[in-house]
């Protein structure tokens, strides 16, 4: 099993930024890929920006320039750096994780953390 928590979230301006953190603890080597997704009210879970199983990385068009996605691979953990944030970035940011089924599998599931609130104010 996998766990995700993520901290960082909260309050901030437009125009600033926030960096958010996402811890992985368990069976961390099962972890095939590992990324930030979000949901604003009313609307899907999207793609934020993630690293694929290479260790290539992808971001939404939206943050683009914006937002960077690193890893620190001694601590199980996965940022987010957003920068020049605006209203259209609130939304509650959840961690999420591609995990093999057992040891040599291709087959995965998608692990959530319980997310992170980001709001921005204009």
């Known amino acids: 099993q996998v766990q995700l928590v993520e901290s960082g979230g909260g309050l901030v301006q437009a125009g600033g930024s926030l960096r958010l953190s996402c811890v992985a603890s368990?069976?961390?080597?099962?972890?095939?890929?590992i990324g930030w997704y979000r949901q604003a009210p009313g609307k899907q879970r999207e793609l934020v920006a993630g690293?694929?199983?290479?260790?290539?990385?992808n971001y939404a068009d939206a943050v683009k320039g914006r937002f960077t996605i690193s890893r620190d691979n001694a601590t199980n953990t996965v940022y987010l750096e957003m920068n020049n944030l605006s209203p259209e970035d609130t939304a509650v940011y959840y961690c999420?994780?591609?995990?093999?089924?057992?040891?040599?599998?291709?087959?995965?599931?998608?692990?959530w953390g319980p997310g992170a609130q980001v709001t921005v104010s204009s």
């Open positions: 368990g069976s961390t080597s099962r972890i095939n890929a």
């Open positions: 999420n994780a591609k995990v093999t089924l057992y040891p040599g599998s291709t087959l995965t599931y998608s692990q």
């Open positions: 690293f694929r199983g290479g260790g290539s990385t």
